[in-house]
């Protein structure tokens, strides 16, 4: 596997799915107090009947068959295997689009939103509104594999999907994110600025104002919780930003441990908690992710590599320590439970933001949340750039 593009399946093996149940089925949970919640963290009894539901009701086979449905390939960039669905719509006159998901997410981030954009007008939409999307999974993440090396941070995850859309045919096109995917939509627009078309995004960074007019009394509100956020819930970061190894250990050889180290940040970071907007099926296929690839520590490097590619210890504003400004035109969908949510000055200092949105509900997992409201936002831009904009588009 060089340049070539290698048509992938999905097929975990029956052994797989017997150890991880077995696992499940052997778990040590530990006592907790009876009116704790989920103010402790995890809510131990909601985890354990979770984990009764993964043993005993949910299907793997039928969703790996769901993600079977869609064209997936495999290749190598910079030495490390990169998988991507890619799925071309029918329309001709169809936009390429680049989704890109973060953590705890995955591929499974943007299933609900594949038809939609592919096949807009069996979803309410016109044949202009349809795109070519591609959908990768971060290097040392699901099925693109352990990192084989270090220094897969965000920068060189950008410059290795800049490559994956050259190869898939692209040379111009739209990238959307949260999350990790946000940042590294913001460096392919940073270090590959002649491909990308426009940035959408669900987590935009910031570049502060400090001699500027004050902040307004909303957005100082913003900024005070968004640091109450770092203090309370930004131990994971700083955990797997440090010491990636350590929980690494308990992440590879506990499915207990996975899934109770991912589900306690779906429910803290959405905006209705689980069971609402977020089914549990939809949630364990994500983690199935993780543990059928053993790329739950890789994913936590990532981590490690931010940190250490900025040169300081992680907290609501690392992020904004990124270096250029965006001139590729951006379109922000603010979604009111998202965790780093900062103020519009900031980030029209670091983006040229053609089209803000302040969403009516949903959080962090925009796509798995409200699936629609992200469609027609992206529906939304992609016409505001083909009215004003003579930028061609990759075929």
């Known amino acids: 596997m060089t340049e070539a593009i290698i048509p992938f399946t999905v097929a975990v093996k029956d052994s797989v799915l017997t150890d991880l149940y077995d696992r499940l089925r052997k778990s040590r949970w530990p006592d907790f107090y009876p009116d704790a919640g989920w103010s402790m963290g995890a809510d131990v009894r909601y985890v354990r009947e979770l984990a009764a539901y993964w043993c005993n009701e949910y299907d793997w086979r ?10 997936q390939f495999l290749t190598r960039i910079d030495g490390q295997p990169i998988h991507s669905l890619h799925i071309r719509s029918r329309h001709n006159s169809a936009i390429p689009l680049l989704l890109i998901h973060g953590w705890p997410g995955s591929q499974v981030e943007f299933l609900d939103l594949i038809g ?3 096949d807009p007008v069996q979803h309410g939409g016109q044949a202009s509104d349809a795109f070519h999307v591609v ?17 897969w941070n965000q920068q060189r995850a950008a410059d290795a999907f800049a490559v994956l ?17 946000a940042v590294v939509a913001d460096q392919m627009a940073v270090r590959h600025p002649q491909d990308i078309i426009g940035i959408h995004s669900n987590m935009p960074l910031g570049t502060p104002i400090v001699d500027g007019a004050p902040l307004s009394a909303s957005d100082q509100a913003e900024l005070t919780t968004m640091q109450a956020w770092s203090l309370e819930e930004g131990a994971y970061a700083t955990l797997q930003g440090t010491k990636p190894q350590t929980i690494g250990v308990a992440l590879q050889d506990s499915p207990a441990a996975l899934l109770t180290w991912m589900v306690e940040k779906f429910q803290s970071w959405s905006d209705n908690g689980l069971d609402r907007n977020i089914s549990r099926d939809r949630l364990l296929t994500n ?3 993780y543990w059928v690839t053993e790329t739950a520590t890789s994913a936590a490097r990532f981590y490690y590599e931010f940190f250490h590619m900025l040169g300081g210890p992680f907290d609501a ?3 904004m320590k990124l270096p250029g400004r965006i001139t590729a035109p951006t379109a922000v969908a603010r979604f009111p439970k998202e965790i780093l949510r900062l103020p519009r000055s900031w980030v029209e200092r670091r983006y040229n933001v053609i089209q803000w949105t302040e969403m009516p509900s949903g959080g962090h997992f925009a796509a798995m949340e409200e699936p629609m409201l992200l469609v027609n936002d ?4 992609a016409r505001q750039l083909l009215r004003f904009s003579n930028a061609s588009v990759g075929a």
């Open 62 to 71: 039928a969703h790996e068959a769901e993600f079977n449905s869609f064209p």
């Open 116 to 118: 939609p954009l592919t």
């Open 135 to 151: 959908v990768p999974a971060l290097p040392g993440y699901a099925f693109s594999s352990p990192n084989t090396g270090r220094g």
């Open 165 to 181: 859309m050259r190869r898939l045919g692209y040379s111009r096109y739209l990238v959307q994110g949260g999350d990790w995917g």
């Open 287 to 289: 983690i199935m992710l």
């Open 317 to 319: 504003s690392t992020s």
């Open 378 to 381: 992206i529906r939304t831009f």
